[in-house]
Nanobody, 115 residues
Framework: QVQLVESGGGLVQPGGSLRLSCAASGVSFVNTAMSWFRRAPGKDVQWVGRIYIGDSTTYAYSVKGRFTISRDNTRNIVYLEMQRVKPEDTAVYYC?????????WGQGTQVTVSS
């Protein structure tokens, strides 16, 4: 049974930093690509970025250069390091893994960027 649990959200000031974590279980973590998504108030889910097997990464244009995804294969955790955050980064952040034909999501963690 695949389970994803996000943590690390909270209130952060504009320009600040925050690190989110996603602990995965029930999946061959080292052999699985992991993604982060977010849902801002009143908006659709937006893809944030992805880390592939071998640790290469891709990012949405809106976060590229500010956010970094990494993984710890010994602890089955994927991280989203958020730097120079902006009010428009306010959202619920979700980690995601796709194991066809299924799509798995965590419960999300709220990030609020405000002074």
């Amino acid at each position: 049974q695949v389970q994803l649990v996000e943590s690390g959200g909270g209130l952060v000031q504009p320009g600040g930093s925050l690190r989110l974590s996603c602990a995965a279980s029930g999946v061959s973590f080292v052999n699985t690509a992991m993604s982060w998504f977010r849902r801002a108030p009143g908006k659709d889910v937006q893809w944030v970025g992805r880390i592939y097997i071998g640790d290469s990464t891709t990012y949405a244009y809106s976060v590229k250069g500010r956010f970094t995804i990494s993984r710890d294969n010994t602890r089955n955790i994927v991280y989203l390091e958020m730097q120079r955050v902006k009010p428009e980064d306010t959202a619920v952040y979700y980690c995601n893994v796709q194991i066809p034909p299924n799509d798995y999501w965590g419960q999300g963690t709220q990030v609020t960027v405000s002074s």
